[in-house]
């Protein structure tokens, strides 16, 4: 029988976070320094929120309710209701609940504390690597 993968495997391990009180602009420019898509949202090291390069582009349109963007702060704007799960739960299983409830990413603990992110990026990643070991002989040469 083969190895169903856990999240262990495939997430990125020891993401960067952001405080909640860190300014918009130095979030901008942490992401796009370390071209980041999502950062786990912290206070006091517990995750309270992800921030995504989505969220900026949402509150940069406009109406948002500060009329001064750069006046902001992560925790203006990150999203606070957040997908949280364990270390070792089985990646089919969290792809399943990402898929069910259009969740971008998964916010990955041990023993309740910050161990990595598991992102659609990551899942998009994991998918084409596994069909191109399922489906493309290691001698093709369209098998990159």
């Not at 259009?102 to 659609?120: C, D, N, Q, Y």
Request: charged letters at 25%; proline letters at 5%.
């Amino acid at each position: 029988m083969r190895h169903m993968p856990t999240l262990t495997e495939v997430m990125t391990p020891f993401p960067h976070l952001i405080k909640e009180s860190t300014s918009i602009n130095d979030a901008i420019h942490l992401m796009a320094e370390k071209q980041f898509h999502h950062l786990p949202v912290v206070v006091d090291h517990e995750v309270v929120g992800l921030l995504s390069t989505t969220d900026i582009k949402l509150a940069q349109m406009p109406g948002h309710r500060t009329t001064e963007f750069t006046e902001l702060s992560v925790g203006d704007i990150c999203r606070r209701r957040i997908y949280l799960v364990d270390l070792h739960v089985r990646l089919d299983e969290v792809l399943e609940n990402m898929a069910a409830d259009s969740w971008e990413a998964a916010i990955v603990l041990r023993e309740g504390r910050l161990a990595g992110i598991f992102t659609s990026q990551d899942a998009c990643r994991v998918f084409s690597q596994w069909l191109r070991k399922e489906y493309l002989p290691s001698d093709d040469p369209g098998a990159a």
